[in-house]
């Protein structure tokens, strides 16, 4: 049953209204205080003042007047993200070039051309972009095109995007889930890479909020419950380090962390354990006070202290002070045993790494002090620069390969001379080619990872030492794009194949021409034409190609006309009316009354996602598949952020209707102590006790475990929770878990 959560009506008065946008202007003013300039503050007050007049007839969805969010956003770049003056004036600007009478020239003629510029790349973009691709794709693409010119643009869009994810409440569910998707598929990885972690925490929770709403809660409720618990553990662990850190005379703040519930919920699924067994519920910061020179001995002396408490678990050991991330995060980070038998995670940085942790590339700037401080970044600039300066890649191909490529985790790779290249974790032996260069990635016909021979497609690790082989002849083959993870590779590939293809065409160029001359028709632009509707192609280039490599046969072209030096496409053989169908394959006609959209019930055919397998009571969305229909996909499904994210114009908002005469295929795992018997009490619990039907069922036994797979099916998502209940009850049942990221075969 869908649970409606009600929005405070919003009740203030004219007069209150003034009086809370001033209070919330005054509020900026004083988080700006100590970076005021002279006549900053005269800027500031313009910029406001713009940006009022411009919104006084605009209102949210919640009702409130719309400037209190650039208001909201100019606060969250000065508090939360560091940034300063020019930044805020930017961020109570940000919307007006876009949605009021406000032009760039007004903003140049108050604000001179450096704000203008960083206003023009937070502006969206109006003009129509491709049908087949998201609208946001394009805009983020656009607005990535200004970030290496100044990264502020993106900085602020972040604390656009932030307050946004803050006031969703008032958004329609499928809005909240388009927005939410876009949010932890893009915004929360760019935040992660930009260094503001607090910020990428944030949103992957808020976005959890509302794709998985009930999981959120519970994690919630449970984090709420044993919050007592926690910080006397947390105090339990920290009293001897401290004492230690004291006796050493270390100065530093010590104290826990707790784990974001988004991350708790990854390591739940990736664990397959549940919420009482995720003991590193937290994490212990260690935050020392020591000049720049000291900082690495002085880290590895505060980790020997706690390694010496408590026992360390050595293949949980990141060094990132020796290699820095892409991002330039410096920590050390350990897991070691505590008291009572539970892991804890223990982070060592010094005062100027949490500061550059917490508030990224705006600290970053603050602590540079020479060119090498910058290089990582720069580096990063730099390699986003060469893949957008590429404007033939489609839109969605740029926002998923840039996500691979730009927002992972990375490892660290060498050269035979020892030189470190940063590549996206999955990166293979082809992908370090290219990143050599262009030329070799083309060339390379395998490698030679720590002296041993490799294909192209092997996945490196980091630490190895890779040496590329090369071959004059060899080619760009298709089929690399298929491991590949680098977008510099991936749009190096393209180009060489569509060169590849080029040289092709002309073969089916020479041929097509002779054919026509015999016909005594023209090889004009018309006559192309005609034959891409004949042949349902694209474009010319495809059209040769597809004549060269000899899947067109233009023996077909004896059914043509020619008028004179004109072809004309034969009439259509009308064929008799087909009656008709009243279901896919596989789907009951009954199957159509189950989904309604909008507000209305009508039966309209659609088919369930094989990926995640909805069942009636999932939170659901429909997705328009070309050539396919409607697909049903659950908002937990592992495709759902990608598909949301990168084709929002696609979706269909979607939910259940009642009907119990219905059943899903599902499918459920258990996890338990083998025994004599054991099949037959699941057996019979589900078959004779429940009455659902089982479609398959394997159980492997294994030194005294036993796993179980069974697929049935059930009427709604109700029924299956019951199912799971009941079966959790069983004597040796560990776990019971749904099917979540396997295609269950019908």
């Not at 400037?67 to 930017?90: D, F, Q, T, Y």
């Not at 030492?465 to 680098?486: C, G, P, R, Y």
């Not at 510099?488 to 092709?504: F, H, S, T, V």
């Amino acid at each position: 049953m869908e649970t409606v959560v009600q929005t405070p009506k919003y009740s203030l008065s004219l007069e209150e209204e003034k009086k809370l946008i001033l209070r919330e202007y005054r509020s900026l003013l004083r988080v700006l205080k100590n970076k005021m300039k002279p006549g900053d503050k005269k800027l500031l007050r313009i910029a406001f003042e713009m940006s009022a007049e411009a919104h006084k007839t605009m209102r949210r969805k919640s009702g409130e007047p719309y400037i209190l969010h650039p208001l909201a956003v100019a606060k969250i770049c000065s508090e939360e993200i560091g940034l300063g003056i020019r930044s805020a004036i930017c961020s109570l600007l940000h919307d007006t070039v876009e949605d009021t009478d406000v032009t760039l020239d007004d903003v140049r003629r108050e604000f001179g051309p450096e704000i203008t510029k960083i206003v023009d790349g937070l502006t969206k973009i109006a003009n129509v972009v491709d049908v087949n691709a998201s609208k946001q794709a394009e805009n983020f693409k656009k607005i990535l095109l200004t970030l290496t010119d100044d990264p502020r643009v993106i900085l602020i869009k972040l604390a656009d995007r932030l307050h946004n994810m803050r006031t969703l409440d008032c958004m329609k569910a499928e809005k909240q889930l388009k927005i939410s998707s876009e949010t932890v598929y893009i915004y929360a990885p760019l935040a992660h890479r930009m260094r503001l972690y607090n910020i990428k925490t944030e949103l992957e929770d808020l976005s959890m909020k509302y794709m998985e709403s009930e999981t959120y809660k519970e994690i919630a409720r449970k984090l709420a419950e044993t919050k007592k618990e926690r910080t006397r553990y947390i105090n339990e662990f920290i009293r001897p380090i401290r004492e230690k850190l004291e006796v050493a005379q270390i100065v530093a703040e010590v104290h826990g962390r707790p784990k974001s519930i988004h991350s708790i919920w990854n390591k739940m699924k990736k664990k397959g354990v549940e919420f009482e067994e995720v003991y590193d519920l937290f994490a212990i910061r260690i935050i020392l006070d020591v000049t720049s020179e000291m900082e690495k001995a002085e880290c590895w002396k505060v980790y020997s202290m706690v390694t010496d408490e408590y026992t360390p678990a050595p293949e949980r050991l990141r060094d990132w002070l020796s290699n820095p991330k892409a991002n330039g995060y410096e920590a050390l980070h350990t897991t070691v045993m505590g008291p009572q038998g539970r892991w804890v995670e223990v982070q060592i940085r010094t005062r100027r790494m949490n500061e550059i942790a917490e508030k990224g590339l705006a600290a970053h700037w603050k602590y540079k002090e020479d060119a090498s401080d910058e290089s990582r970044f720069d580096q990063w600039f730099q390699q986003i620069r060469e893949v957008i300066t590429n404007q033939e890649t489609d839109t969605i191909d740029f926002l998923q390969d840039f996500k691979t490529s730009f927002l992972a985790e990375e490892i660290y790779v060498y050269t035979p001379k020892g030189d470190v290249k940063m590549l996206p974790v999955g990166s293979t032996s082809l992908d370090f080619a290219f990143s050599i260069h262009s030329a070799i990635g083309v060339k390379t016909i395998g490698a030679k990872v720590n002296h041993k021979l490799v294909p192209i497609s092997h996945r490196l690790q980091s630490g190895d030492q890779v040496e590329i082989i090369t071959s004059s002849k060899q080619k760009a083959s298709e089929d690399w794009l298929n491991f590949v993870v680098t977008s510099k590779a991936k749009g190096r590939i393209r180009d060489a194949l569509k060169e590849e293809k080029r040289r092709i065409a002309e073969e089916g160029k020479y041929t097509l021409q002779r054919k026509l001359e015999g016909m005594g028709a023209a090889f004009s632009a018309n006559n192309l034409e005609e034959l891409q509707r004949w042949y349902k192609l694209d474009n010319t280039l495809e059209l040769l190609y597809q004549i060269a490599v000899k899947r067109i046969d233009l023996k077909d072209l004896k059914e043509f006309q020619v008028i004179g030096d004109r072809l004309e496409m034969p009439k259509p053989v009308k064929q008799p009316m087909a009656e008709k169908p009243e279901f896919i394959p596989g789907l009951g006609k009954k199957d159509a009354e189950l989904i309604i959209f909008g507000e209305r019930s009508d039966k309209i055919v659609y088919q369930l996602a094989n990926c995640c397998k909805p069942i009636p009571g999932d939170d659901v969305f429909g997705f328009v598949t070309t050539g396919k229909g409607l697909t049903i996909h659950r908002t937990s499904c592992p495709n759902a952020a990608k598909l949301l994210a990168s084709y929002g114009h696609r979706v269909v908002k979607t939910r259940w209707a009642k009907n119990k005469e219905i059943s899903f295929l599902t499918g459920i795992k258990i996890l338990g102590m083998d025994d004599v018997g054991v099949v037959s009490k699941i057996t019979n619990l589900i078959s004779a006790e429940l009455r659902i039907n089982i479609n398959a069922i394997t159980i492997e036994a294994h030194e005294g475990v036993f796993e179980g797979n069974i697929k049935l099916y059930v009427h709604d998502r109700e029924e299956l929770d019951a199912l799971v209940r009941r079966l959790q009850q069983l004597p040796g049942i560990e776990r019971v878990d749904r099917y979540d990221m396997e295609d269950i075969p019908a």
